[in-house]
């Protein structure tokens, strides 16, 4: 067993190429992590309710995008655009913009690091 985490703490697994990082969505609550998997780039989206979450290629036509959680909102630091959990700017200079999903499973720690046990904790 990895006493890492509890083994019912629910975790948000992400998936690139050949890595799988795990985030855990109650310390996260309602937020953003901006992150590296490997080589690639990565955004966590998370809201409490659920807890679920979701994880993007943070890209936009060719430009690198970082975001904050700013006042119940994902919001984009290089235009101020606002995003919803599923990855879709709802207004601002990118309003209609998609980011691409990384596959993902929101489940429980223990199942996760059997199922992946090199799996990188964030």
Do not use: C, K
Request: aromatic share 8%.
């Amino acid at each position: 067993l990895d006493d890492r985490l509890e083994p019912a703490a629910v975790v948000l697994g992400v998936e690139v190429g050949e890595l799988t990082a795990a985030y855990p969505l109650a310390t996260i609550g309602n937020g953003v992590v901006n992150d590296v998997v490997g080589e690639t780039a990565v955004v966590v989206f998370s809201s409490s309710r659920g807890p679920t979450g979701a994880a993007y290629v943070p890209q936009v036509g060719g430009t690198q995008l970082t975001f904050v959680w700013e006042d119940g909102r994902f919001v984009d630091e290089q235009t101020g655009s606002t995003w919803s959990l599923s990855g879709e700017a709802l207004d601002g200079e990118l309003r209609g913009s998609q980011l691409q999903p990384l596959p993902v499973r929101t489940t429980l720690w223990f199942a996760l690091i059997a199922a992946f046990p090199d799996l990188q904790l964030r």
